[in-house]
């Protein structure tokens, strides 16, 4: 409870000390709402660019800013009902400070010192040493998927390229008219999320469909042409291939816990000095 408490108070200082400038020292046409003397601007929901979904964006600046309006009242309220003391509160936002000057070095230096560079054995490596933390927890499948309107022309030229040798110009033809594909070799995809994309193949179990079938289906509106190149059930060990930028982000993690844990070190050392 201790802790919901403190990260509430952080937040609940963060916000005000960002937007508590008064009007008089803001041009109040970069305000987006004025509440309380006080102006959240443009820039403060900048953040919500971050989401592609316009309905989502729109959503998250709601809540935002009547989160923000309330702790706005929750403030007032509390300069009138509760008496603080103000050394302990000088003192925590000296401490809230201290740290947000350290975390921003602390990003600076990995930025500045982070290799990027991932080699596959190093992935390899990585992979075979923590197998066991790589077993399946759903089925996958790896497929050539295809997903055209249900047009007579569009299927004969389909299958006539299909089965030709020019795969540029095949593709091209699956880029242009398709409504949907995945027809890359080396990915793998989950068949759960397979079989919401296409809904007849709820009736396989993707154990039972041998490798190497080939499926069509036409429903009056798309023909949809699958074929299973391999598959992985739960509980089988996943492919290296399926958990190759996880593994990336992994390693980079565990070198920036390296780089803040030298870092620590040269300044201790420094201390003793």
């Not at 960002?18 to 970069?30: A, H, M, R, Y």
């Not at 399946?136 to 047009?151: A, C, E, P, R």
């Not at 296409?198 to 036409?218: A, C, D, M, S, T």
Request: net charge positive; charged share 35%.
């Amino acid at each position: 409870m201790k802790q919901v408490y403190v990260c509430f108070f952080s937040s609940l200082i963060i916000i005000l000390y960002s937007c508590k400038e008064s009007l008089s020292k803001k041009n109040t046409s970069d305000c987006i709402v004025i509440e309380e003397g006080e102006c959240l601007t443009a820039k403060e929901l900048a953040f919500a660019s971050n989401y592609t979904n316009k309905q989502d964006s729109e959503m998250i600046v709601k809540k935002y800013i009547e989160k923000w309006k309330a702790n706005l009242t929750l403030y007032k309220k509390a300069q009138k009902e509760v008496t603080v003391d103000e050394e302990e509160l000088n003192a925590y936002i000296t401490e809230l400070k201290r740290q947000y000057y350290i975390s921003a070095y602390i990003k600076k230096y990995i930025d500045e010192n982070l290799d990027t560079t991932i080699l596959n054995k190093e992935i390899i490596e990585y992979y075979q040493k923590n197998k066991e933390n790589f077993k399946l927890s759903s089925n996958i499948v790896q497929l050539f998927y295809v997903k055209l309107n249900d047009d007579e022309r569009d299927i004969a030229e389909y299958k006539k390229l299909l089965s030709g040798k020019d795969k540029q110009k095949l593709f091209s033809f699956i880029s242009e008219k398709s409504n949907g594909y995945f027809i890359e070799d080396s990915l793998w995809l989950k068949w759960e999320d397979l079989t919401r994309e296409v809904g007849f193949l709820k009736n396989y179990e993707v154990q039972r469909i041998p490798k190497g079938k080939i499926i069509e289906w036409r429903d009056g509106t798309y023909y949809y042409y699958i074929k299973i190149k391999d598959y992985k059930t739960k509980d089988e060990y996943s492919p290296i291939i399926y958990e190759k930028e996880k593994i990336k982000r992994i390693i980079l993690e565990d070198r920036k816990r390296e780089l803040v844990e030298k870092l620590y070190k040269e300044e201790i050392f420094r201390e003793r000095k």
